[in-house]
């Protein structure tokens, strides 16, 4: 069972687009956990990209290395999208609640 502010190792083959991201890679869970612990079968998620890109905001947010994920990464908040519960593969970390608050700012930037 995942959790809002996880990091997961996540299959997101097949893309439909090209400029959709794909392969097996890291994925914030941004999803609510009233959701997450329910019986619904997709998940709100957030890539992440180890190809990173300084002062990129309010499109991206760096996040370090941390527990499991082993390398700086990016958060790609012009990506979120949902996928199905059984592309997740492995939990890595977990953000912070000030992660997390910043992460939902960005968001609103964007799309609001």
């Known amino acids: 069972m995942v959790c809002r502010g ?3 190792l996540s299959n997101l083959n097949p ?9 097996v890679r890291t994925v914030l869970v941004f999803q609510n956990d009233e959701l ?4 619904y ?6 890539p992440l990209a ?3 890109i300084d002062e990129a905001e309010p499109i991206r947010f760096r996040i370090q290395r ?10 790609v908040i ?7 519960n059984d592309r997740f593969i492995e939990k890595l970390a977990s953000l912070t609640s000030e992660e997390m608050k910043k992460i939902k700012e960005l968001l609103d930037e964007v799309i609001l």
């Open 36 to 39: 997450n612990h329910s019986e």
């Open 78 to 84: 012009t990506q979120i999208r949902s996928i199905d």
């Open 41 to 46: 079968p997709t998940t709100i998620i957030v």
């Open 15 to 23: 893309i439909k687009k090209n400029n959709e991201m794909g392969k």
């Open 66 to 75: 941390r527990e499991k994920l082993l390398e700086d990464s990016d958060v």
């Open 50 to 52: 180890t190809s990173l």
């Open 6 to 8: 996880e990091i997961w």
